[in-house]
């Protein structure tokens, strides 16, 4: 399957824990996604990347929250002290710059005890 | 920022009729309009995409067409099966499909058998 990967689907912590998702992108897409996707809502945007480089971030990001990547191919989105509200999907998606569209990966559900 | 609003919030169909589904956008200068399909417990798809240069866009049973003079968008599908049941969400980006979207709610259409 060459499609996004993300890892791992699901993940139960406990509050003020941290927890940190991990997403592979299709190999030649150099833009990476983050999204959030609660319950009846539809994926609310928190960050983009190209190649290694942040480029946005939503206002939805708190201070608790960062994601990398590093080497501009898989990233990762960190939760630190997480908090009930956290709880969602977590989806990653990838794109070929200059062409699109967004793929989006299973996601990451995320349950905070 | 943008805003992008889905009605109804619900939409059910019997088995060989047509379904329309419409959104709407706030922000004028958006330019690429995606539809993605999400079934339960399942990563978004995206079904077709438009792009504000373009009035209407089809792929066999479904189309998209866009009037940005009322700034909304609506996605057709024709020939209803019930494998056509799921959410389905509109977005909008003012920077090309390269860029965030903006998602609806999202609208769970039934097909009846």
């Known amino acids: 399957d060459t499609g996004v990967s993300q890892n791992p689907r699901h993940k139960i912590t406990k509050r003020g824990q941290n927890v940190t998702f991990r997403c592979d992108p299709i190999s030649e897409h150099n833009r990476l996604y983050w999204y959030r996707q609660t319950l009846g809502q539809g994926p609310e945007f928190l960050t983009y990347?190209?190649?290694?480089?942040?480029?946005?971030k939503s206002r939805l990001l708190s201070d608790r929250f960062s994601a990398e990547r590093p080497k501009g191919s898989f990233s990762t989105l960190e939760i630190q002290r997480t908090e009930q509200g956290d709880s969602a999907m977590y989806l990653c998606?990838?794109?070929?710059?200059?062409?699109?569209?967004?793929?989006f990966g299973d996601g990451t559900r995320l349950s905070i005890l | 920022g943008e805003n992008v609003e889905q009605h109804p919030s619900t939409l059910s169909v019997q088995e060989g009729d047509s379904a329309v589904i419409k959104c709407t956008y706030s922000d004028s200068a958006s330019n690429y309009f995606p539809w993605y399909k999400q079934e339960l417990g399942k990563r978004p798809q995206l079904i077709i995409d438009i792009r504000s240069n373009v009035g209407e866009k089809k792929d066999q049973r479904i189309a998209v067409t866009l009037n940005k003079t009322a700034k909304h968008f609506s996605l057709h599908i024709t020939e209803t099966q019930p494998e056509d049941s799921a959410v389905y969400f509109c977005a909008a980006s003012d920077t090309g499909a390269n860029s965030k979207l903006t998602f609806g709610k999202g609208i769970t259409l039934s097909v009846r058998p």
């Open positions: 990347f190209q190649n290694e480089a942040q480029l946005e």
């Open positions: 998606a990838s794109s070929l710059g200059g062409v699109g569209p967004q793929h």
